[in-house]
């Protein structure tokens, strides 16, 4: 039996990385919700680590062509939002230690 959509998506998202941090974006706590449809159209709601940054665009777009590569995967939205603002509390565990902050 394959692994549900809703979790072959987060794999694919630890696998995603912001270029200036050593971390993928699951694990930095920049996605904040992930939905899947009954037509399996996915919605992703994500932030960045800072408004003004500079490969906003790259992130976003390969994430959208990552999870667009699974197969079942109908349309693929990524929505950027600001609100909450990312802060460090958002990071899972592993990602603060690996960055040293524990």
Request: overall charge negative; aromatic content about 6%.
């Amino acid at each position: 039996m394959s692994e549900p959509l809703r979790d072959q998506i987060e794999t694919v998202l630890k696998t995603v990385f912001d270029p200036e941090i050593p971390v993928n974006i699951w694990e930095l706590g920049l996605v904040y919700e992930v939905k899947v449809a009954d037509d399996h159209n996915v919605k992703i709601t994500m932030t960045l680590t800072a408004p003004a940054c500079p490969v906003a665009g790259d992130i976003i777009r390969e994430v959208e062509d990552k999870v667009r590569a699974l197969e079942d995967v109908g349309d693929v939205h990524v929505h950027l939002t600001f609100d909450p603002p990312w802060n460090k509390e958002m990071m899972s565990e592993e990602a603060k230690l690996e960055l040293g902050f524990m």
